[in-house]
Each structure stands twice: as structure tokens, then as C-alpha cells.
């Protein structure tokens, strides 16, 4: 079974996170709204009405959002392109979209192992989680989304030390409270796994091979940082940071238009 597509289409979608997710102004979303309603700027062919003003009109939260081409899935395969217009339990939609956005996540994650550092355990779930992405709302909202999580999270971590075992010695940050602190220099091979690094400063520093599976960079300096061979870095983490042009991304992420200004 093929890979689903794994990074966010809206012109294959419905505009689903603009009408089944909750968000609030307090979260850089401009104002409150709850599950259900569409926001104020969804426009009636599913484009947005300010998609190229966000942050200047007071919505970097949508900037920073990705689905992991969870909506564009649930859109065409799971309801087969019947429009959220068209459905009458926006409800179980919203909670298929949840469903699918993780299953996504964590495929994006297991694709990444099996070119970093194959593994036939991570392929056997990898396929599951593949044919569970295909699956009716009923058979996804009925999945163990919880128990999933664990075992991928077991087969990351597995690779993690894998591709990271030369840097033996490297520095265990995982969950650690990094908030604000100045962490410029050499950080090849650390792990940074569920760090708290907001508004961090690790500006030009190497992070080759460092495991981000999980930090906050909400605001973090990332300017002249080599990324390239980092871990399980996406790209929601990359859109909520602060980089330039000298700033090295994996392959597959894309550089935030925001970056080059």
C-alpha cells in the first residue's frame, strides 16, 4: 500500500481546519471559535480571505499549522469528496480529522526511519498505520490512537540511538526546560526530545543528527543553525521558529517565507 501524501494540500481539502478545529485569539489566531463554526475568513470556494496577509492581520497562528496532509485524506478518501457542506455530524468529521492528522504525523516520522535507519519492526507498523489511513470513520474514531503512539514512539527512539551512536557522549536534553537559554556552539548528535527551547538562542549552532522528535521552537533562533541531518524535525516546529537563509533545513522541509525577510 502507497504512502499517503504526507504535507498539507488545501486545494484538494475543504478548508477542514478552518471549520472543525477549535482555536482561540490567545493562540495567534485573531479570535475565538469553536469546533463546528468556519472561521470568519473561509471563503466560499474553501480558500482563505487573508491566506497572504496572516501574520500582519493577526494570524500567525495559521502560519505556523500543518496537517500533515491529514485534510486533504480525510477530504477525498475518507468521506470520498463530500464536502464538511454536505455532511450533517460535523462532529465525528473533526474527530476523523484529529484521528488522521496523528496517524499522518507518525507516518511522516516512520518514512524518516526507514531512510535514516531501517528497521523491519518500524516497517510492519508503518504499514499498518498506512492501511489504517484508509480506513471507514467508524474503523478510525474505534483505533488505538494512544497504544500506536507508544509503540512508534518505542521504534523512534530505537533509531534515534541508532543514527546518534557516534555522538555517544552527547547530551541528554530530553524534555528538558530550555526556555530563553543561550545554547550556541556544537549540539551534534544531542537530544533535545520534548525540550521546552522557546524563545532559545541557538543561533549558528550544529545540530547534525540532533533529535528534535517533539520540542516547543516556539520563537527559537535558529539563524545559521545547521539542520540538515537533524531528527524527526517538522515542519510546524520549523514554521514556529526564527531562521535566514544561512539557516540549513533537512531535506523536505521548506523554508518559511518569513525567514527571508
Not at 485569539?25 to 497572504?52: E, M, Q, T, W, Y
Not at 498505520?129 to 518505542?154: F, K, M, S, Y
Amino acid at each position: 500500500m502507497a504512502t499517503p501524501a504526507l504535507s498539507s494540500d488545501c486545494a484538494r481539502c475543504f478548508g477542514l481546519c478552518c471549520v472543525l478545529l477549535p482555536f482561540s485569539a490567545s493562540d495567534g489566531f485573531g479570535v475565538d471559535k469553536p469546533s463546528g463554526r468556519p472561521c470568519l475568513n473561509l471563503l466560499d470556494d474553501d480558500g482563505c480571505r487573508i491566506h497572504a496577509t496572516l501574520r500582519e492581520d493577526g494570524w500567525p497562528g495559521c502560519t505556523v499549522f500543518e496537517c500533515f496532509g491529514a485534510g486533504q485524506q480525510v477530504s477525498q478518501v475518507t468521506y470520498a469528496g463530500t464536502s464538511w457542506r454536505e455532511q450533517d455530524n460535523l462532529a465525528e468529521m473533526a474527530a476523523v480529522l484529529s484521528v488522521m492528522r496523528q496517524l499522518h504525523e507518525m507516518l511522516a516520522h516512520l518514512v524518516e526511519v526507514a531512510r535514516r535507519s531501517p528497521d523491519p519492526a518500524a516497517d510492519v507498523v508503518r504499514a499498518e498505520i498506512e492501511a489504517l489511513t484508509t480506513a471507514d470513520p467508524e474503523t478510525l474514531l474505534r483505533a488505538d490512537v494512544d497504544a500506536l503512539h507508544e509503540q512508534v514512539g518505542g521504534l523512534l527512539a530505537e533509531a534515534s540511538a541508532r543514527v546518534r551512536r557516534p555522538w555517544a557522549r552527547a547530551r541528554d536534553r530530553t524534555r528538558a526546560d530550555l526556555a530563553g537559554r543561550r545554547l550556541t556552539g556544537d549540539h551534534a548528535g544531542w537530544s533535545f526530545r520534548g525540550a521546552l527551547l522557546i524563545r532559545a538562542n541557538l543561533r549558528g549552532a550544529d545540530l547534525r543528527e540532533a533529535d528534535l522528535l517533539g520540542a516547543d521552537l516556539r520563537d527559537t533562533d535558529l539563524r545559521g543553525c545547521d539542520l540538515s541531518t537533524a531528527l524527526f524535525l517538522t515542519q510546524p516546529q520549523i514554521n514556529a521558529a526564527i531562521g535566514d537563509a544561512t539557516t540549513t533545513l533537512p531535506d523536505g522541509l521548506s523554508r518559511p517565507a518569513r525567514w527571508e525577510s
